[in-house]
């Protein structure tokens, strides 16, 4: 078979780097495999483990350190016919970890080369997450407050099905490679070799030694066997393949007349458990059912279920470019939280801007035209309250309409929930508890 070396890139790396001897029995094992340029995706970062892509006249991606293996799980759903091999460095090892624990657990087809060489040999021979505790390195002691990183171990933990510790001179080395490229499933093989322009310099080390410290190490062969099971990527498509697919976007018909045209903006401002990112979004399919343009926009802390909750909606029958709001035509104050949130832009505000209020709500000083809506003595709860001013707004033709309304919570709702909202909104609509 012929090699897949890049005749035009050939390998350069210090004199006596165990990379190169990586390289040359990489080629062996991919064209002993039978495996052809097209077949193949090499998947490099940063060091000088990255330099593998180029030397390979294969389908390549460089990317971030230590991020290889994220792209690599990319391509392999997309494209699980290629056979996809990562090169890494031990720098790239301890950058990316969480990333290797991840393809671990998933158990995706790809196969991970560790070139451990245990220092950050192309930055100046710092230490890395595998550097020996006694070895000497330009990082001052900070080696020796850590323990170094068995990644085979730790893959093993992680749930990889094939791991592997192998000296980057051992004549086992190319069949290595190849067990762990045939294997269904994730595969890493961790190559020791030596460094010589960086950790070598101050550190003895050899092919013997190499042999000797891995001797010293625990045998995987139980934790291994104990992480069999299928593939990711096929498991993946033969659980989506049972789902049943959804339905495409509902088809919004433009059925009644807006009551205003223009631009309008709405701001609606309650707290946590209002349901007003609910009203946002029927706001907006009520615009939709009018032919007009719609956008959300919503504001809301990380603690969902306390705090402020806001929603900015921008409806207009011409294509709505920019989505903020500065002066909105119409601001929903329902709940003190809301309005902090929010307070800077009531100073802003002229007598054009409608405030519809909830009674028990402070507003700061505001010029707009406020109508209050006593939602206690209505006896409407707190959850309930952004539907019965969407409903006062429809009878009084301010964005919506009745008409519009209804059409957005059937868009919206169905079955309990459709009658519960369309109950509320009768309910609601019959009372005259708005004042101005």
């Known amino acids: 078979m012929t090699s897949l070396l890049n005749p035009n890139r050939p390998p350069a790396f210090c004199p006596g780097c165990a990379h190169e001897r990586v390289v040359a029995t990489l080629d062996r094992a991919l064209t002993e495999l039978g495996l052809t340029a097209t077949e193949v995706v090499l998947v490099s970062d940063i060091g000088c483990s990255g330099l593998f892509d180029t030397f390979f006249q294969t389908h390549a991606l460089h990317g971030l350190h230590g991020r290889a293996l994220t792209y690599a799980t990319g391509l392999k759903l997309a494209r699980p016919e290629l056979t996809v091999i990562v090169t890494m460095g031990d720098g790239g090892l301890g950058i990316g970890g969480a990333h290797v624990l991840s393809t671990c657990r998933r158990n995706i087809d790809l196969t991970l080369l560790v070139l451990n060489n245990f220092n950050y040999g192309m930055t100046g021979g710092q230490c890395s997450a595998t550097t020996p505790r006694e070895a000497q ?44 490229i045939r294997h269904d499933g994730f595969a890493l093989v961790d190559i020791w070799g030596i460094c010589p322009g960086r950790y070598g310099k101050r550190n003895p080390i050899s092919p013997g030694s190499i042999n000797a410290a891995m001797d010293r190490l625990p045998d995987l062969t139980d934790t291994l066997a104990a992480n069999a099971r299928d593939e990711y990527g096929r498991a993946y498509r033969e659980e989506a393949a049972k789902l049943v697919a959804p339905a495409p976007p509902a088809l919004i018909e433009a059925r009644f007349p807006p009551p205003q045209g223009g631009r309008r903006e709405i701001l609606l401002l309650g707290s946590a458990g209002q349901r007003i990112i609910t009203a946002g979004e029927i706001l907006c399919l009520a615009a939709a059912t009018a032919g007009l343009h719609a956008t959300q926009k919503n504001d809301y802390p990380i603690t969902v279920m306390r705090g402020h909750s ?10 709505i470019d920019y989505t903020g709001i500065e002066r909105p035509n119409l601001v929903v104050a329902l709940a003190q939280e809301g309005v902090a949130r929010k307070a800077g832009i009531f100073r802003e505000l002229g007598p054009d801007t409608v405030i519809l209020k909830a009674r028990d709500v402070s507003l700061p000083d505001t010029s707009g035209t406020i109508l209050e809506l006593d939602f206690k003595a209505l006896g409407i709860r707190s959850q309930d309250r952004a539907l019965a001013a969407l409903g006062e707004l429809a009878d009084r033709r301010l964005v919506l309409t009745r008409d519009m309304l209804g059409a957005a919570l059937q868009l919206r709702f169905s079955g309990r929930l459709l009658d519960a909202a369309l109950k509320q909104l009768e309910a609601g609509g019959n009372s005259p508890a708005v004042v101005g």
């Open 137 to 180: 390195v330009e990082s001052g002691f900070l080696n020796r407050l850590e323990a170094p990183l068995d990644i085979c171990r730790v893959a093993a933990a992680a749930g990889a099905g094939f791991a592997a510790r192998v000296s980057g001179y051992d004549p086992l080395l190319s069949e290595r490679m190849q067990q762990a």
């Open 310 to 319: 806001v929603s900015e909606v921008v409806c207009s029958d011409r294509p």
